[in-house]
């Protein structure tokens, strides 16, 4: 991937995260802070893409936006459902899910389910990549707190 390409695509993310924040309403400002997340959930997805694959990248990509996340609702003191949004709308297969539909309807029933299969994965690895990153972050916490007490 090109600098330039590599540019646009985080430009393009900040725009579409932000703009998905304006439809469900979310405070102005956090408009921001949501955008920026919700780009660099997907700049680190496009990073992981080329060495892995779609699952390990959208995995480790949900798993670091989990812990950005937390960290920042509550440095900025704000419920973290709104930075979950922020990862979540990168992440969401609908390419895949489009594709199957597609398939579906050209008579192209084994990528079709190919397709699915894909889209069933990723909306299982999406939460658990999620929830893991809570997971870790919770962990790093109680070993601090820990290691602070001997």
Do not use: D
């Not at 990248?57 to 950005?68: L, N, Q």
């Not at 962990?139 to 602070?148: E, F, W």
Request: hydrophobic share 55%; with cysteine; net charge positive.
């Amino acid at each position: 991937m090109t600098s330039i390409n590599f540019l646009f695509q985080a430009i393009a993310s900040y725009i579409a995260i932000a703009t998905f924040l304006v439809v469900l309403n979310v405070q102005k400002k956090m408009l921001i802070p949501g955008g920026l997340l919700g780009m660099l959930v997907w700049l680190i997805y496009l990073l992981l893409l080329e060495p892995t694959n779609v699952l390990i990248a959208t995995f480790f990509a949900a798993i670091i936006g989990s812990c950005v996340s937390q960290i920042m609702s509550i440095w900025l003191k704000t419920p973290s459902v709104i930075f979950s949004l922020a990862i979540l709308a990168p992440l969401v297969p609908g390419y895949h899910a489009y594709m199957s539909t597609t398939y579906f309807v050209s008579g192209e029933y084994a990528q079709a389910l190919t397709n699915i299969t894909t889209v069933l994965t990723l909306a299982l690895v999406i939460p658990i990549g999620m929830a893991s990153g809570t997971i870790l972050l919770r962990l790093y916490k109680v070993m601090n707190a820990h290691k602070n007490l001997i």
